[in-house]
């Protein structure tokens, strides 16, 4: 394993868990599984250990790697909360007994996971939230193919559907990223030997999800992904930026246009997220309610796909607003003049080609009048999108 060079020590963690009373999180990203994500949480959990830190296993899952459970050896471990689910019996991290433990230092894995039905949260990260909310430092881990706003690109480039995903904003909470590298050939020589997976498993691994350009796609994310978010915890605790540097960052605004039923709209919504996490800056999602699309008007679908795209705008870390307007364009503009807004980001008009020439088209009609702004045009069909 060649860990990032500038990896923090965990010496530098433990400065952190010792300042203030919200929690601090550490997160260890990775491009696929059998990287060594737990394996390294793990180590630096005996490391605070041995400087008298209280630290806890709270979830780490082995599957079956010996190396790995050789290591949760020796370390406190929070008893599971076991669910019985449809007739099977589910272990679960319990959220309550850790809280009742109050450990200085706690270990999260598996971040993405899905909680059984019932559960106080539907996910685990958001049970690492309240952690952190009560005062306990956290060092967890996750692979980047679960960031939400990268889930339709990985399904693009690795023909993998992830159905778990984390929101960026969880990513962006973080105080620590630190990127767990390996060599492509290395993790799949790993894959080969068991190390990974169960030998039944191997195989069907090899030719699907652990290809070859799979993983170098993978690797390039994790890597790209861990740098921008190092260079915007340089930037948020830099001394305060001169006028010209505020201004420009300012002006990097992006704001996403969404319709009331838009044809996959959580794309448009990550890729604006994923605009404004290179620009290290705030991003709106506006939706303009027309005479003809206020709720008494739009349909009981249309209304459900509203809500749940404004849901996914907010899990994504934007700040949704609703305008009222005739002209969305007209809207729009003046929106993205008074909020310093430089990116407008809309979907392509799916209007028929002789509408769009009578300049009815949302899209063009931006381009057009929208002066001063960089407008992108998203394609939301099933195309390859570049990292």
């Known amino acids: 394993m060649n860990p990032s060079p500038s990896r923090p020590r965990p010496e530098d963690f433990l400065e952190l868990v010792q300042k203030g009373k919200r929690g601090r999180l550490k997160l260890y990203i990775g491009f696929a599984a059998g990287v060594g994500k737990t394996y390294r949480m793990l180590e630096e959990a005996h490391s605070l250990r041995k400087r008298g830190v209280d630290v806890v296993v709270g979830f780490v ?15 406190e471990v929070v008893p599971r909360r076991q669910v019985e689910y449809r007739g099977v019996m589910i272990e679960e991290m319990s959220l309550n007994k850790i809280l009742k433990r109050n450990p200085a ?36 881990a996750l692979n980047v193919q679960h960031l939400d706003s990268l889930n339709d690109l990985v399904g693009r480039v690795t023909g993998v ?3 778990e995903t984390v929101p960026d904003s969880f990513l962006k909470r973080a105080d620590q990223v630190v ?7 290395d993790l799949q020589e790993r894959l080969s030997a068991g190390k990974i997976y169960a030998p039944d498993k191997i195989p069907w691994a090899l030719e699907h999800f652990f290809k070859e350009e799979n993983l170098t796609h993978l690797r390039e994310l994790a890597l790209r992904e861990v740098a921008e978010s190092v260079e915007r915890s340089s930037y948020s605790h830099a001394p305060l930026a001169q006028p010209r540097e505020r201004a420009a960052t300012t002006n990097s605004r992006v704001m996403a246009c969404m319709s009331s039923n838009p044809p996959r709209a959580a794309m448009l919504l990550r890729r604006a997220s994923r605009l404004a ?13 027309t005479s003809d699309e206020t709720p008494e008007r739009i349909d009981a679908e249309a209304q459900r796909h509203l809500l749940a795209n404004i849901e996914k705008a907010r899990e994504l870390g934007a700040e949704v607003v609703r305008v009222r307007g005739e002209d969305p364009v007209d809207t729009i503009l003046d929106f993205a003049r008074s909020h310093s807004v430089g990116h407008i980001i809309v979907g392509r008009s799916h209007l028929p080609w002789w509408k769009q020439m009578l300049g009815r088209s949302v899209p063009l009609r931006l381009v057009k009048e929208g002066a001063g702004f960089d407008i992108h045009i998203v394609s939301l069909a099933e195309e390859e999108e570049r990292p």
Do not use: M
Not at 61 to 75: I, M, N
Not at 110 to 137: C, F, M, W
Not at 179 to 185: C, K, Q, R, S, W
Not at 277 to 289: K, L, M
């Open 179 to 185: 990127n767990l590298d390996l060599a492509v050939e």
């Open 161 to 163: 559907v992830v159905r």
């Open 105 to 140: 230092v706690t270990l999260v894995d598996e971040l993405a996971h899905t909680n059984v039905p019932g559960s106080h949260n539907k996910k685990r990260y958001q049970d690492v939230l309240e952690l952190l909310d009560a005062g306990i430092n956290v060092i967890a």
């Open 277 to 289: 996490g290179r620009y290290n800056t705030d991003w709106f999602v506006v939706y303009v309610e």
């Open 61 to 75: 899952e082995s599957h079956g790697r010996v190396e790995t459970e050789a290591l949760v050896e020796g370390l």
